[in-house]
Structures are given as C-alpha cells and as structure tokens.
C-alpha cells in the first residue's frame, strides 16, 4: 500500500537534509511501528507523507497504491485515503469540532463524487465514534480542540479518523501526553481501525503504546535513514536495551 | 445544528468568478446631465415632485458643500474624483411608480434573479408561498418559512417594489422610499432629517444632502415593535451614476425596529462613487437594529474600477434606555470609508457595532465606529473583526469619547485583525477621550496570521485549500456573524468565502 523508496527529503527554508534515502514498505492489514531517538526523523516522515510544503522531496519516491502522490497537495492525498494523527493537533477558534466534522466529511465524499451526508445519518456516525472512544458530545460543540486537555486533543484526533475512514493511517506520537487510561482508549480506537485493506503506521518513541496496539513489522528510524527492521520483539529488544545497540550496529 | 455550521456547506458549493455578480442590464434610464450645479439640484428635486422646503434644504447643503474640502485623514488613496463628470441622477424609466410585482419591468426582476440573493424576496414578492422546503431550509432559514421580510428594492436611484406594506400600515409601521415620506410624511421627515447628520457634517454627508436621490424611510410608532424585518437592496446599475441614498430611520417611544441593507454591483471600468447617509432615532426605551452587508464591485485584479464608497451612517440615542446596534459585513469596494456610530444621548442608553471588515486584492478598508456618551449610565460595545488579503489595507479606526457629564459611561472594545499572506496590512487606530472620572473603556486588540499549521491541519482533512482558508475566517469571525439575522448570516459567510478566493496560492 505504501512504498518509500530512497527517499531524501530537506527543510525548504534552510536546506538541512532531514531524510537522507530511508526505504520502507507498508502493506494492506499491516500495524508497521516506526521508532527512533529524538530528532531522527519520525515527525518529519509523517509530514512528508501528508505533503507539507515546509518539505521538498530531492530524490526518491512516495508510492501509494502504486502511483506516486508527491505531486499532490495535502488535501488532495487526504481524500485519497491518508490520514495523519498529529502529535500537536491544531486549535481552530470559531469552528465548532462538530462543524469540522460535517465540512471534512462531505469535502471527502464531495472528492468521491457521493452526495453529502443527510444530516441525521451525520448525526448517527458522530454520536458512535464519540461513544466509542468515551467521547462526551457536549465536548463537539466547542471549538476544535481549543482549550482541549491533550487527552482530549488525542481522543479528538482518532474520533476523525474513525469518521473519515481512511486507507493510510499514520500516528505521529499519539501516546505522548497520555494518561494510562486515555491510552487504553485510544489504542482500541486504533485497534477498531484494523482490517485488511487498511494500512495503520505508528509513530513512537516509547514501547509503551505497543503494548496495546501490537505491531506486524518494527522500523528504526535514524538520521533519516531506516536501520533495521524487525517484527515486534525487535520493539521489547530496544526497550530493554536502548536505541545504541541498534545504532551501533548500524554504525 | 447552529446555522453557523450549516450555511458552510452552501458556501461551497457556490462555485463562481472573483466577482460573480458583475453584469449589466439593458433598461432604459432616464438621467440628468453630467456635473453637479444648483440647475442639476433643481433638475433633480422637480423630477421628484419634491416640494420647495426640500428643494431649499438640499440647495443649502450644495452651498455649503461648495466650499468643503474632501476629507484626507483616512488610510487610504486614490486619484481625485472629478465631481462634475459624474451623473447625479438616474431613474429606470419604464417604472413609474408600479403599486403590484406585475408593473414591475420583467428585466428589472430578471436582475434580482441573476444577482441569487433575494431569490426569496422574489417569492415573497409575488405572494408564493412554499410548502416543499427541504429539511435542510427548515433548519437553517426560519426566514425562508415564515416569509416575514419586507423589501425596499432600490433600482439605481429610485424605489422600484415596497412590499408588505399593508400589514406594516396595521401596525402603524411606515416603510417607503423617502422621496414618498416626502411628499406623504412631510411633518416626519421635516423634524428628523439631517437632524442626526446636519448637512453641514462632513464633505460626503454634505454632498448627499445635496443631491440624494433615493433611500428608504422607516416610522414605528410609539409601543410599535415592527411586525417583520425590513429589507432593502441596493445595487447601482447606469455607468458612472454616483449613487447617493438617503435612509431615515425613526423609533418612537418603545419602539423596535430591525433593518437589513444588502448591497451588490455589476462590473464596470469606471470607478463609482458611493456617498450615502443613513440616520438612526430612537425614542425612549426604543431599539434600532441595522444590518448590512456590502459587497459593491472591488475592482479587478490590479484594483482598478471598484466602487468607492463613502458613507455617514450615525445613530441617536435620543431618547433614555433607548438602544442602536450596528452589525456590517464590509467585503466589497475599491475603497470604504466608513463609520456608523453612535451617539448615546439618553441617560443610560447603549449602543453596539460588529463589524467584519474583509479586503483583498487592492482594496482599502478605513472603518471603524464612534460612540459618543453623553448621557449618564450609557454602555456601548464594539467589536471588530479585520481581514486583510493579496495587498490590501485594512484599517480599524474608532473613537470612544466621553462628555463631562457621562457619569458611569462603559465601553468595551475588542478589534482583532487577521492577516493572509504576507503583502497586505492591517491596522488599528482607536481613539479615546474621557472628561468624566468615572468612565470605564476597557480596549483589546490582536493580530494574527493564519498560520501554515493551522491551514495544513485543516487541508489534511481533505477540505481544499481555498474552503480551508474560508473555513478558519469563518471561525474568526464568528462573534460578529452570531449577530447577524439568520438569513443575513448565510449571505454573509457565502460572501466573506466568495471574497477571499484567489487569496492563495
């Protein structure tokens, strides 16, 4: 479903090479984890893949379904199927979440060529994705995710993707801020998600969330480049051990 | 579901130029010569029927006017208004006086229909009454239902269709152009004309008592809260015809009375000057509420052709607990120049502007509010929303003053300014003056930027990238749009949408 090949990508402003030839595949059904220390790499790949423009891509490829999605704009590779959770959702003041819901909702189905949504069946979708991940409706009327606990900001963040519905699913450090409880919750609304032709990337830097959303294949990220794959012991082993083993061996 | 969230979706699926509603219609229009003189007053005042204390009223504004300089302290520029190559007068001819729709010039109609907007005035108009609306109308337009606004339309210069009347004439309610008020309210309009903006007030305000051409005029009677809102349309039509309304507006004692202006243009290559004056009177205990939303033609790309508009729109709060409150969504013009205040006389009477200011392209926006507290226990509240696009200039400028004898007078004042991109301006010029020890002004104001993050976050949702910037203006300006009448509100998020396309990019 997703293929990265020799991928560089740098900070336009500035030039630094953030990604230099990282190669990674992610197939349908598959929970690939992608791990690395502090500033290897991970929150940047996530915003490549969603097609920031504070990014250029300098070689390589970004296969989706086999066709490449450089050329499109974010919007275009979000109704196409990719989803990015982000690690630092985004407060919109004035536009009440449930707004927000309905306005993507019907631009996606919209891009589809399917008529809006009626309101009620709407109304149905959103009440049990919100039930589902202990959502309280009242929270949808405020704006979105302004003065939102990061819990909430997180839940928020999976209750659009449940809505949304998409092929690629890509969590950019959606533990951090996390309590015990809220990471139970979320992890089984990613769980939720699961199927087979659906791909869902998670981006960590602990073990922690993996406990709950179990991965296929575990990536190490570092310096832009993936240095080893593995399924997920190679997750406990880093765990146990730390990135420098890894790192080293790389080295 | 909040309006707010509904109208979204109509907003999208407009799908149209920068400007949409830029075309001519072919009427035959009976106008006066080029230039302005005592002889084109008088041309103007016997073409109206007007009688001889109206035709001395408007020559001594022109004799005052004659010696007035343009004022030159606004934030904004353009070339000199060559004053006597402008028509002041402009009537369609094939309309005299029409009392039903079916007088009405069917090319006139033609043009309401092209222009989208008063669709359901049409249809209201013409007596139809709609029984299929869709679950989405229901919810959204109670207006739409209930089919209770009166239109005032004014084609060019003169008042063409006044609907509804019968029923407001029930309620005591008057609600006709002021050339009628005129001649059938003479005692009315004689003790409240210029009795809020003296024709000696300003350059513009000063020109248009001269030479006004057409406006509406509005009584309610004491006790009288006016049984429906009252709507006008505006739209200027015969090339180079300056356009010069005249609205007065009079509440008696605990009297309340909601009015809507809504205005649009067709495109042209010559700039339009636009210099009306509105004035607001509210008895004691009465309440005006006075909506607009303004979308005259902004010139084309390289800002050239758009209309300029000047206006004096000012409230009295004459009489004790009386109330004024301005909302204006200001999207279109080459240039506005524009300050509806208020002056809070009665003791403890209030007034209010919201305003949604949004420029783009090359347009200049100098706007903002007066409130002026005399009485005492007088409040007064101003929120102001600026939105500067392409390489336009947004200027907030508003003045809070209060007299020595204004015990306890309060404002609140909140201007935020948003900018997109990096090419335009946004600016806030608030004045204060307090002679009395008591007074509260409490001022807030921000600016901001859209920022990459934000319309990031939101395109990654799937919504593309000009609904994305669209969508995060609407939140901004959402306080002031919450103001609005539901029917207003709809047009207005649809216009602030249609105004920021090509912002981008």
Redesign the interface.
Known sequence: MLEIKNLHARIVDDGTEIIRGLNLTVRAGEVAAIMGPNGSGKSTLSYIL?????YEVTEGDILYNGESILEM???E???SGI??A?QY????????T???L???M???R??RGEE?L??PEFLKRVKDAAASLNMDMAMLKR?LNVGFSGGEKKRAEIL?MKL?EPKLCVLDETDSGLDIDALKIVADGVNALRSPDRAIVVITHYQRLLQYIVPDTVHVLYRGQVIKSGDKSLALDLEANGYAGVIGQAA | MPAVQDTIDRVRKIDVDQYKYGFQTEIAMDKAPKGLSEDIIRFISAKKDEPSWMLEWRLGAYRRWVTLDEPKWARVHYPKIDFQDLHYYAAPKSTPGPTSLSDVDPELLRVYEKLGIPLKEQEILAGVQKTDVSEFEEASDNVYKSGRVAVDAVFDSVSVVTTFKKELAQAGVIFCSISEAIREHPELVKKYLGSVVPTSDNFYATLNSAVFTDGSFVFVPKGVRCPMELSTYFRMNEKNTGQFERTLIIAEEGAYVSYLEGCTAPQRDENQLHAAVVELIALDDAEIKYSTVQNWYPGDAEGKGGIYNFVTKRGDCRGDRSKISWTQVETGSAITWKYPSCILRGDDSSGEFYSIAVSNGYQQVDSGTKMIHLGKNTSSRIISKGIAAGFSQNTYRGQVSAHRKATNARNFTNCDSLLIGDQCGAHTVPYMEAKNATAQFEHEATTSKISEDQKFYVMQRGIPEEEAIALIVNGFVKDVIQQLPMEFAVEAQKLIGISLEGSVG
């Open positions: 969603a097609g920031r423009e504070d704009d974010p919007a590779r979000a109704t989803f990015l982000f959702p985004m407060e919109i003041p004035g536009v009440a449930m707004e927000f309905k306005v993507a019907n631009e996606q919209k891009a809006p009626k309101i704006p659009q949304l």
